[in-house]
Structure formats: C-alpha cells, structure tokens
C-alpha cells in the first residue's frame, strides 16, 4: 500500500485539505477551498489564468481579480510549502495557472475503475482486483463536492457515483458467488444505502438472506423494493426480481450457487446451466432494448 502523501485533497462528502495527517483548517467562505477543488478537478491539471480568475471572481474587473488570485497563490503556497518537496505545488505563468502534482501529493479524485482492480481484473488477478476495489471504495466517503452546483461537477459528481454503486456490485458479486453471503451482503446493503432504487441491490439482498436462512427477511426486501420502485417511479419490478420472489415464496431451495447469473442474480430453480445462461442472455437483452427504447423517445 502506498505511503499517505503529506498533502491530501478530499472531494468526497465533506471537503477536507489534509497536511502530514492533520487536517488543515480553513476560513469558511474563503476561497482556497474553491481554488483547491477547481484545479483538482481539471484533468489536465492546469488551468488559464483567465479560467481561474473567472470561476473565482465572476465578474471582477480582471486585473483586481489577477491581483486576488496571485495573494490567494501565494498564501496556499505559504500554508502547504513546508510539507512538500519536489516541483512546487501551484505555479503561475504568463496567462496560466497551472498544477503539479508531484508524489508528495494526491488528490482523492480518482475513479475507482481506474485504480488497480480495473488491471488486477484485465490481468486475470480476481484477489488483487477485489483487494484494490475495496480499497478504493473506503475513499468514497460521500458525493463528490456535495452542495456544489456548477454543471461540470454535478457531470462528474453523477459518473463517479454511478461507478462507485458499479464496484459495489460486482464486489457483491464477488462474495456471493464465493458463497461469502455475509460480505455480500454488507455490499448489497452499502449500495442501496446510496441508490435504493437499484433492483440489482435488493435481488443481492433478498438472495444473500435466503442462503443465510432468512427466508422471511428476503420477501421482506422484495417488498420494500416493490414499494420504492411504487413511490419514486410508479413503476413494478423487473421480471427478474418477481421470479425471484416466487422462488421464495414458494419454499423451495435456490438453485445451487455456480448457476446464479452474475447479470441479473437470480437463481432458476432446477434449470441447467446452459438453460440458465440463455434466460440471463433474454433478460440482458429485454434491458439492453428498454434502455435503447428510452433514449429514442
């Protein structure tokens, strides 16, 4: 694991600037803050003096505004200089403001697909992929700068969400087909705590009780989805997931764990693999083509 870098950024939940494992307290409403997050969200790691001055200083007389932002420079630099090596921080250039980030630095920014689960799975490695997911879903402490309502925040807010609720459900995944049904359920759990409307979450739920032997907190699960999915959508549940509930209902065993479809998590009671694998290839493509329908409308 890698050694905590002198300086952290944190975007996720509550904003926090960090020094040699401290936090760094700021003044409320100041605009270090507002600084900090806009260079740590430009993914080329610079950004134009007038850029700065701009999303800092909206409409201020631009040579008040440069002079503002040179003070605001130099006071971060003051602040966080004694902890860092290497090339400097932050640095102004003719018509540029730009970053480096050099090791004695990190910005919790990142996207967990692209941490090292994303090469540990193309390699082949599943333990040192579900090592690094987790790791990097313990830095998701909450959205990213929450409260913030510039539209190229809330576009990157949306997608770092959507691919943190993706990692916990393929580490539910994970576990459930291990038949670790505790740990998957703690990710099924986490990821409805965040998206309730996941029918993906509530089938890892209702399935993870039932091989537990919690037959009736199962059915309890299937209803609590029905009533989400009623309030927030007036809508039902996939067929999947009513196939499911029958399943339950009825008593019968779930199928056995190698044939739980890894798309839609629903065990086909006494069907064949191959069988099973064409039912999950059906209710892929049902989905794929609702999608595609609601997009064109």
């Given amino acids: 694991m890698r050694p905590a870098a002198p300086v952290l950024v944190c975007l996720f939940g509550d904003f926090q600037l960090v020094k040699n494992g401290r936090p760094v307290p700021l003044r409320r409403g100041g605009k270090i803050k507002q600084?900090?997050?806009?260079?740590a969200l430009d993914d080329r790691q610079q950004a134009s003096r007038a850029g700065l001055v701009e999303a800092l200083w909206p409409g201020t007389d631009p040579e008040r505004a440069g002079q503002s932002l040179n003070t605001l420079v130099h006071g971060l630099r003051r602040l966080l200089g004694d902890a860092l090596t290497g090339p400097p921080l932050l640095r102004t250039e003719e018509g540029t403001g730009s970053t480096s980030r050099p090791a004695s630095t990190s910005t919790r920014c990142a996207s967990p697909a692209a941490s090292p689960g994303g090469a540990g799975l193309a390699g082949g490695d599943t333990a040192a992929a579900v090592t690094a997911y987790e790791q990097a879903i313990e830095l998701y402490r909450g959205d990213l700068c929450p409260g913030d309502t510039d539209l190229s925040v809330l576009i990157e807010r949306e997608r770092l969400r959507g691919v943190y609720l993706n990692v916990l459900a393929r580490l539910a995944e994970h576990h459930l087909l291990r038949a670790e049904y505790l740990r998957a359920l703690y990710h099924g759990q986490r990821l409805l705590s965040r998206d309730p409307c996941r029918e993906d979450g509530h089938r890892m739920v209702m399935v993870c009780h039932a091989r537990l032997g919690q037959r009736a907190q199962a059915m309890s699960q299937y209803r609590l989805c029905r009533e989400i999915l009623r309030r927030e959508f007036d809508a039902v549940p996939e067929p999947a997931t009513e196939e499911l509930f029958r399943q339950l209902r009825s008593g019968h065993e779930l199928a056995p764990q190698r044939e739980i479809s890894q798309t839609s998590l629903v065990p086909y009671l006494g069907a064949p693999?191959?069988?099973?694998?064409?039912?999950?290839?059906?209710?892929?493509?049902h989905r794929d083509s609702g999608r595609h329908n609601g997009s064109s409308r």
């Fill in 35 to 39: 600084l900090l997050v806009t260079l």
């Fill in 273 to 285: 693999l191959e069988q099973i694998e064409g039912l999950a290839a059906v209710d892929r493509k």
